[in-house]
């Protein structure tokens, strides 16, 4: 039996948004969300949003990625076959962008054992946003001559089709406060540490206490402690999104949650210029333009290498 190596790596996937921001989001002000589940308790009425924020994250992910890819940082694992340019340089272009980090990189004529596990460093690898390149001084040296011809340092040769197969980070960072953390605070507990790096800019949301921080220099890169540079100027309960995901995105999925809502009829009331509110239905129409504006949102995103 031989397992696909992409499938161990599929399927995480994080909301872009809290309940709490949904609420407090001018966008869906006029919306009733108190009846999403007929009859419903409080608590049900939230679990409910909830859920419509998960699809609607799922939406804005399908939309820029395909079935498969996700804004959200992950943990990818492909595979394929390239060939080396005359340089004995590997150009990577993985399915998604940004590109974080690489864990990994194997070639070599055949697949599995057939493959050279690199050890990767600064000096052999290069990150750009929408590759990678794997150069020669990674020591690959199965094959050192092409007929008359020796093969660059370590190279396989332009004319050796190859099998690859490389793990890599991509996305924006985006996790949630896994405990409370007190104004004046130098470090923040999370529920995932994917695509967080030393020295990197991320924003807290939590309503009129959203706050940017910068992550510590001696953070390890793997624990769910985040050091900061500096003190918090705020207070944040556990479940505030800690991302670095872009605003625009944030507000997108805002978009699709109200279109979802007016999708079932759950309108709500606007105010004229003259200050007389005025009913508005769920209406396809009123739908149709939250769905389009959050689609216009998300277009800078939208990824189509590797598409099927």
């Known amino acids: 039996m031989v397992i696909a190596p992409y499938v161990l790596s599929e399927g995480t996937r994080s909301p872009y948004v809290t309940v709490e921001e949904v609420l407090a989001s001018p966008t869906a002000s ?93 000096n052999n690898c290069e990150i750009e946003r929408h590759q990678f390149v794997v150069t020669n001084a990674m020591g690959l040296s199965r094959i050192t001559s092409i007929g008359s011809l020796n093969a660059l340092g370590g190279a396989y040769g332009t004319n050796v089709e190859c099998f690859v197969q490389y793990t890599y980070v991509n996305g924006f960072a985006n996790t949630f406060l896994n405990a409370n953390a007190a104004a004046g605070s130098t470090s923040l507990v999370v529920q995932s540490a994917i695509g967080i790096y030393a020295g990197m800019t991320m924003t807290i949301w939590d309503g009129i206490n959203d706050e940017s921080v910068v992550v510590s220099s001696s953070y390890d890169n793997a624990s769910l402690t985040v050091p900061l540079a500096s003190a918090t100027q705020y207070a944040h309960g556990s479940g505030c999104n800690f991302s670095s995901l872009p605003a625009s995105v944030k507000q997108a999925v805002i978009h699709f949650v ?23 239905s769920g209406t396809s129409v009123t739908n149709a333009s939250d769905d389009a504006e959050g689609k216009e949102l998300l277009d800078t995103f939208k990824q189509v290498w590797g598409r099927n």
């Open 258 to 280: 109200v279109a979802m809502v007016k999708q079932r009829g759950q309108g709500g009331l606007v105010l004229t210029e003259m200050g007389q509110p005025v009913a508005v």
């Open 30 to 122: 006029a919306i009733d969300f108190s009846n999403l589940i007929e009859n419903g308790s409080d608590a049900v009425q939230r679990r409910a949003l909830k859920e419509l924020i998960v699809r609607a994250s799922a939406k804005a992910d399908n939309y820029c990625l395909g079935a498969l890819g996700t804004l959200c940082a992950s943990v990818n694992t492909e595979n394929g076959r390239t060939r080396p340019n005359r340089l004995g340089e590997f150009i990577i272009h993985p399915e998604f962008w940004p590109i974080l980090e690489v864990q990994s990189f194997a070639a070599g004529p055949l697949p599995g054992a057939g493959m050279d596990v690199a050890t990767l460093s600064a």
